[in-house]
């Protein structure tokens, strides 16, 4: 079995890497969640995107969106697996937050996690910063990593 993970900007992303990222996002938050949403909005061209692919196909995704020009504040998100339970979402969030950190000035990572995964995102050392709220129909909270 052949893993392969990469963090690319959007200018670096190929067409058909694009076209797989969000088709899954689409099957994910729209179709899967029953969430009609737009999820085109304006930032992939902004974010760095981590892809992981297992034999070729992509099976792990999540965006890294810069706060500011700085480089010291990211929000994570449109975290998704489409292969659960092989660690893949681990690993993409591990390979993110490692990136992140090398950057050398990185103060925080905020997050909007769906109150069901606040475990999954407190194993990365984040902490819910916020009551729950609904966001297109479904419970979320704030979650914030501080690193200085």
Do not use: W
């Amino acid at each position: 079995m052949s893993l392969d993970i990469a963090i690319k900007s959007f200018e670096q992303l190929s067409k058909s890497e694009l076209y797989a990222l969000l088709q899954a996002r689409v099957q994910v938050f729209v179709v899967e969640q029953n969430c009609p949403y737009q999820d085109i909005d304006g930032v992939d061209d902004k974010s760095l995107h981590v892809l992981l692919k297992e034999e070729g196909e992509l099976t792990a995704y999540l965006r890294m969106i810069p706060l500011d020009n700085e480089g010291n504040r990211y929000q994570i998100g449109r975290v998704l697996t489409l292969t659960r339970g092989k660690g893949h979402g681990f690993e993409v969030m591990a390979q993110a937050i490692d990136y992140l950190v090398q950057t050398g000035n990185l103060e925080e990572i905020v997050l909007e996690a769906q109150s069901y995964a606040i475990g999954f995102y407190e194993k990365f050392g984040f902490h819910v910063t916020s009551e729950e709220f609904l966001e297109d129909g479904i419970p979320h909270v704030e979650m914030k990593r501080q690193f200085l």
